[in-house]
């Protein structure tokens, strides 16, 4: 049962076992491998998993690469036009802290791609966007304040 030798691998690593922490590791370093071969193919969802995967198990890099990733899947869903997708992708990584999805999140609050027309909101994500340099931000942020003042 390869979950439950995982399990047990985690275990010895966490009590700082040579061995345990060796294949513990192996595990992700595979995982990582798996997501960077994902990625190649452009199978985001399987990559992120992958990433997700390798960061749970230790992998020095998997943080960076699942933060990428995540962000180059949204920025693919929304050329696509598939919007409510890109969304929830670009809620996601806006929490993890990407700067240039509160862009992404205004104009769909604005414009109603993928959600509802909300200019709260679209206002809120704008200013958020601007306060990280965002100069289209700003220009999207004062029109919109001027538009309901």
């Known amino acids: 049962d390869l979950n439950k030798a995982i399990a047990l691998y985690a275990e010895g690593a966490k009590m700082n076992h040579a061995k345990s922490k060796e294949k513990w590791l192996s595990f992700a370093l595979v995982q990582f491998s798996l997501g960077e ?11 992120i998993a992958c990433f997700e995967l390798a960061m749970q198990k230790g992998h020095s890099q998997a943080k960076e690469r699942l933060e ?19 969304f929830k992708a ?15 999140l205004g104009e769909c609050y604005e414009k109603g791609l993928g959600t509802s027309v909300d200019e709260k909101k679209a206002i809120a994500a ?16 004062l029109k919109l304040v001027q538009k309901k003042q």
């Open 37 to 47: 071969q994902a990625l190649a193919a452009k199978q985001y969802k399987e990559a």
């Open 90 to 104: 670009f809620q996601d990584v806006d929490n993890a802290g990407a700067l240039e999805a509160s862009l992404y």
């Open 126 to 141: 704008y200013l958020k966007a601007s306060k990280n340099g965002s100069k289209q931000a700003t220009e999207r942020w």
């Open 68 to 86: 990428m990733t995540k962000k180059t899947f949204a920025l693919t869903l929304w050329h696509q036009q598939n919007y409510g997708e890109a």
